[in-house]
């Protein structure tokens, strides 16, 4: 190599060297891979109480590793935004793969056990990771917020509903973040779905946790802010 001819054998190592540690830094800030997201995904201990992991729609034989596949991606819930969010809103959410996902089901004194029982709680938490550029996430989550907070208020009747949904404040957690609550009538008016869905960036991960309480008949629900807000710390501080 030319640079031979002009620096002595320690200048050499001192070349390599600086290479070298080059070369470890561009390594050490590679996004995290599937498998590593997968691996600080909440799990049964994390929370109080008692958690399952929730075998998905076909009852699996044995608990899903939470790395998301191309099949399971497309049966993954995805970010509904009203018509009055942007097409730059819709694309950032379009652009979302996520590369890791888990659902946990708390159980309750009082389940609901359907299809004659219409009162008690259904308790669960998703939480979905993606990784890639620090700065592409942060213009992505500006997006997905601005579309989210355009369609606060009133929520029409669909499938269920009708229904309300407002901003909520989150604690200082992560670079960016943003929480909402869903109070949404069940079809029949004969229950509310509380969900508390959140957004967390932390450098080059992209954080969504929803906690939901389904409250079946007279009852009140479980589920608040303040403990939603515990559940999250602690799912980033695992990142």
């Known amino acids: 190599m030319e640079i031979h001819r ?18 470890v830094v561009a390594c050490a800030t590679e996004p995290p891979t599937s498998e590593d997201l997968a691996a600080v995904l909440v799990d049964v201990g994390d929370f109080e109480g008692e958690w399952t ?13 939470g790395v998301v596949t191309e099949e399971q991606r497309a049966m ?16 950032a959410v379009d652009r979302l793969e996520w590369k890791a996902f888990r659902q946990l089901n ?10 004659v029982d ?24 500006d997006l997905i917020r601005g579309g989210l907070d355009a369609c606060l208020g009133d929520i ?25 609550l869903y109070e949404i009538g069940e079809a029949g008016g004969s ?27 007279d009852l009140e629900p479980i589920i608040d802010q303040k403990l939603v807000d515990e559940m999250l ?3 980033v501080d695992k990142l």
């Open 233 to 235: 710390r602690l799912a």
């Open 191 to 217: 229950g509310t779905w509380y969900v508390y869905s959140s957004f967390v960036r932390e450098d080059d991960v992209l954080l969504s946790m929803t906690v939901a309480d389904v409250v079946l008949g």
């Open 76 to 91: 993954l819930p995805t970010i509904d935004l009203c018509e009055a969010a942007s097409g730059e809103a819709r694309a």
């Open 6 to 23: 002009w620096v002595s054998r320690v200048g050499r190592v001192v070349v390599w060297s600086v290479a070298a540690a080059v070369l």
């Open 156 to 180: 029409p009747a669909g499938e269920e509903g009708p229904g309300y949904v407002s901003a909520v404040q989150l604690s200082d957690i992560g670079n960016q973040r943003a929480g909402y």
């Open 53 to 65: 992991v929730d075998l998905g729609p076909d009852d699996a034989a044995e608990p899903l590793s």
């Open 106 to 115: 708390r159980a309750v004194d009082d389940p609901v056990n359907p299809p």
């Open 118 to 141: 219409r009162e008690g709680h259904v308790v669960f938490v998703q939480e979905f990771l993606v990784s890639g550029s620090a700065r592409d996430l942060a213009r992505d989550f």
